[in-house]
């Protein structure tokens, strides 16, 4: 049978108490419009983060070759401030470097690929780096984790193999692909 023509199964979730009240707080509020849609981005979200690779009890969680740690973003701000200024470039092409190791072996995406930057961009903005976009010869992070664009320009110039040069300084930034 096409997909079309295949019948769709009907799945019942039997929610307790505390969780359906929980649902219900979040369709109230606004922040989510049904239960089904928020079903179906919870197995977006599933999916997209490799989440069925979770050791749990005990919190690790590994995508591929990568262990990978929620953390507050407050963290790493107080780690870079250990970090001298000039080194923030340097430091965002070595952790760039780990981001294009843990795509391309984990995930199978090649990172220097212009085609396959949807699926980079996707990554990161569903591993919490910001919201990435491309437009034309430039890239543009909204609500970027940390918002330092020397540390930017040193992990995007070594994810996407390309050179850059930062247009601005505070977000949103926005950096120009140079050929």
Do not use: C
């Not at 179906?40 to 262990?67: A, C, H, N, Q, T």
């Not at 990435?132 to 320009?153: A, V």
């Amino acid at each position: 049978m096409s997909p079309k023509e295949r019948s769709v199964k009907r799945t019942t979730i039997i929610l307790n108490e505390e969780e359906r009240e929980y649902i219900d707080s979040l369709i109230k509020k606004g922040r989510e419009p049904g239960i089904k849609p928020l079903i179906s981005k919870m197995l977006d979200v599933y999916r997209s983060m490799r989440i069925y690779d979770w050791k749990y009890p005990g919190g690790e969680y590994y995508i591929g070759i990568s262990r990978v740690a929620f953390l507050n973003v407050e963290f790493i701000d107080i780690l870079l401030q250990f970090i001298p200024e000039e080194k923030w470039k340097e430091v965002g092409r070595k952790v760039g470097d780990a981001a294009k190791v843990s795509m391309e072996t984990s995930i199978d995406i090649e990172t220097t690929n212009r085609e396959k930057w949807p699926d980079v961009f996707k990554r990161l903005r569903v591993q919490g780096f910001g919201d990435f976009y491309l437009k034309d010869k430039f890239i543009i992070i909204r609500t970027p984790f940390i918002n330092h664009s020397e540390f930017w320009g040193g992990f995007l110039e070594s994810l996407l193999g390309v050179s850059l040069e930062a247009r601005t300084v505070t977000p949103p930034l926005l950096f120009e692909v140079i050929i």
